[in-house]
Structures are given as C-alpha cells and as structure tokens.
C-alpha cells in the first residue's frame, strides 16, 4: 500500500486548497477511504470519509459545509476540497485506507501534506 499526499500549503483565512492522495499498491475502487489530520501537540482527528464508490461520504462536524471529499477510481486518486478555511485547520492531512482507521488513528498513512492558515 503506497499513499501520497500532495496539495497542502500555506493560505490566508477564508482561502481554498485542494488536497489530493495517490493510491497505488492496492484495489483502490473497492475500499472505502479516509482523511484524517493531526495538528502539532495535538491527537489525530478524522475528517472525512467516503464509500468505495464515492456516493456517500461523511464529515467531522467542524469541517461540515467547508470541505468536500470526492474519488476517481479510474485514476486511483483521493481528493479533498478544503473551502473557507479556518486557522484551526492547520494541520498534517494524511489519506488512509477507512478499515486501517479508528478515528484519526490509522495503521497506515502517507507521509501527509501540511494545511498551513495564517
């Protein structure tokens, strides 16, 4: 399982980022995936799922309305759409195979890329 993340960067309040997660290494198509982000000091927290096929999808109540998560299984790729953007939402993102997570705890990850808001 290979996950890489890319995207991240630094954006004033109110900004926009668009994160995305290249899979390979594993069936993309048939697993749910997630997002999850982790600020320093701070623990792990989940922030996005969606189903294998990309119709449902769930969000962690303070990023609700702001971001979107979205697939293309024909490219093997993840993406979250980061909206209106919140200094609170600075943080490492990471993408995850759903079933390797609990929360924001997750066996494994990518290496991540950092959402800097300031």
């Known amino acids: 399982v290979q996950l890489v993340e890319s995207g991240g960067g630094l954006v004033q309040p109110g900004g926009s980022l668009r994160l995305s997660c290249a899979a390979s290494?594993?069936?993309?198509?048939?697993?749910?995936m997630r997002w999850v982000r982790q600020a320093p000091g701070e623990a792990p927290e989940w922030v996005a799922v969606?189903?294998?096929?990309?119709?449902?999808?769930w969000y962690e109540d303070s990023v609700k309305g702001r971001f979107t998560i979205s697939r293309d299984n024909a490219k093997n790729t993840l993406y979250l759409q980061l909206n209106s953007l919140k200094t609170d939402d600075t943080a490492m993102y990471y993408c995850?195979?759903?079933?390797?997570?609990?929360?924001?705890?997750?066996?494994?990850r990518g290496r991540g890329t950092q959402v800097t808001v300031s």
């Open positions: 995850a195979i759903d079933s390797d997570c609990t929360g924001g705890y997750c066996d494994r």
């Open positions: 290494g594993f069936s993309f198509s048939g697993y749910d």
């Open positions: 969606i189903n294998s096929g990309g119709v449902r999808t």
